[in-house]
């Protein structure tokens, strides 16, 4: 008897224990699909099969386009580049997913003649064009409305809205920025600053975010850092001494501009862009405040004669100053040059009063749809611009933001939290990306390099010929 009951207590535990064995193997446990490489696809797209659609899209090479990262899908040897070999895994991805083609052709330089070739010749050559946002509203005639296509999300954040919203004139969206390129978000302005200068001077240079966190981070507070940091060796200023600011006199005065929230073209209820800032009392004190800031003391330095270019060229790199001003595409260039660790931060706000940063982000490309696309291929081309930007927004840029911050040393976690608000502050002005040399830079030739207050006279010829600059510039849009 006993030794019945013991076989059968036996028979139990093996019972248990097999089912204990089967729930386990039917209950595998959860993974994160990060962890595993898989790609999230949330975007809410159909899933079709294309067939073998091919997207072609044309952009700039880099030979040409240097000042922007224009490439979407690299080519020849590019291993070890997180970035190419991020855009090459996206690639294939959406191949893949879609069974399509993504074909991507390059261009030195496509000029407004070559894109009037294409559409009069009646060739659908291309069906996404990468073009240089000073020249859109120029060949605004050959470009589908981007309301055609159905699945694009353009108030989305990966279609970095705050640039998108320029090209939306006359009722028209005649261009827009996606996250699938770099071509606009690596022109997005920044302030770098040396740690190395800002620590021998004012200490714990966690006190640098604190201003941005506090909402103090501001024109005074830039001038005012920099006025503590000069040294001159003999009384004789010359690039042989230190200050508080380097740049080329365009891209100083421009990301202040825009930074203090100066809006040089406005859009009216029609969506025809207007000039108004000759009346903006508020505009005018901004513009007034930049130039005190300039006049009578060394912070700043630039001899160049010429707005668009610095000299030194190179001067906060060579660790001279407090303070630059630098394109996100220019940074990883800082990295290579530099000894000392810098930091990264917006662009200062006007005053405390103001609720946002400012990031200009001008001179790159943005997306536009050709004219010669036929409806037929519309809803495929919105359904893979709209994936190509969503994962994008999830893989490219986190990478993106992580190789700006690389150093010799380790990464800045303080650096990268500003870098998400540099890029959520990207914003772009008619004024300053398609009638830069009528508006803004018309400005900083006549006021700011002179340093003479002459605005009266300069607005005052300003509003009698931007109208009909605008005018001209939308003329296209049809």
């Not at 970095?160 to 261009?175: D, L, S, W």
């Not at 150093?407 to 540099?422: E, F, G, H, K, N």
Request: hydrophobic letters at 40%; charged letters at 25%; one cysteine or more.
């Amino acid at each position: 008897m006993k030794k019945t009951i013991a076989i059968l207590l036996l028979l139990c535990t093996m019972l248990l224990t097999f089912a204990a064995c089967k729930d386990d193997a039917e209950t595998p446990a959860e993974t994160d699909p990060a962890e595993t490489g898989e790609r999230l696809h949330e975007d809410g797209l159909p899933n079709v099969d294309m067939n073998g659609f091919e997207l072609n899209i044309m952009t700039y090479d880099n030979d040409w386009f240097t000042w922007a990262e224009t490439t979407i899908a690299p080519e020849g040897s590019y291993l070890g580049n997180v970035l190419y070999e991020e855009m090459f895994e996206r690639n294939a991805y959406i191949e893949e997913r879609f069974n399509c083609l993504l074909i991507v052709s390059t261009q030195t330089n496509i000029t407004n003649t070559n894109i009037q070739n294409w559409v009069l010749g009646g060739e659908p050559v291309h069906d996404i064009l990468m073009f240089y946002d000073k020249w859109v509203l120029d060949s605004a005639a050959y470009f589908h409305d981007f309301a055609d296509l159905e699945y694009v999300d353009l108030l989305q954040n990966y279609w970095n809205p705050n640039v998108t919203q320029m090209f939306k004139i006359n009722g028209k969206q005649i261009a827009a920025s996606g996250s699938f390129s770099l071509g606009m978000l690596s022109r997005t302005m920044a302030t770098v600053f040396n740690k190395e200068i800002y620590t021998n001077r004012f200490g714990d240079v966690s006190t640098m975010y604190d201003l941005v966190d506090d909402n103090a981070w501001t024109l005074e507070k830039l001038y005012e850092l920099g006025a503590e940091v000069l040294v001159s060796q003999d009384d004789v200023w010359n690039d042989q001494d230190y200050y508080g600011i380097s740049a080329s006199k365009k891209t100083l005065y421009t990301a202040l501009m825009v930074g203090s929230g100066i809006q040089f073209v406005q859009k009216g209820e029609d969506g025809i862009p207007q000039f108004k800032l000759a009346g903006d009392a508020a505009a005018l004190d901004k513009l007034q405040k930049i130039l005190t800031l300039n006049q009578d003391n060394n912070i700043y330095y630039d001899t160049s004669n010429d707005p668009n270019f610095a000299s030194p060229e190179w001067f906060f790199e060579e660790e001279h100053t407090l303070f630059g001003f630098r394109v996100l595409k220019d940074i990883p260039r800082a990295r290579e040059m530099m000894e000392a660790e810098f930091g990264i931060v917006p662009v200062p706000k006007y005053n405390s009063d103001q609720k946002e940063y400012y990031s200009i982000c001008a001179g790159g490309d943005v997306a536009c749809l050709m004219k010669t696309v036929s409806e037929d291929r519309l809803e495929n081309i919105g359904i893979l611009l709209e994936a190509l930007a969503y994962d994008s927004e999830q893989n490219l840029i986190p990478l993106y933001k992580t190789d700006l911050l690389k150093t010799r040393y380790a990464s800045d976690p303080d650096s990268s939290a500003m870098l998400d608000i540099v890029f959520d502050t990207a914003y772009s002005d008619i004024g300053v990306n398609i009638m830069e040399d009528g508006i803004s830079l018309y400005l900083i030739k006549n006021v700011y390099v002179p340093g003479k207050d002459t605005f009266s006279s300069h607005l005052a010829v300003m509003e009698l010929g931007i109208p009909d600059l605008i005018a001209t510039k939308i003329k296209n849009i049809k």
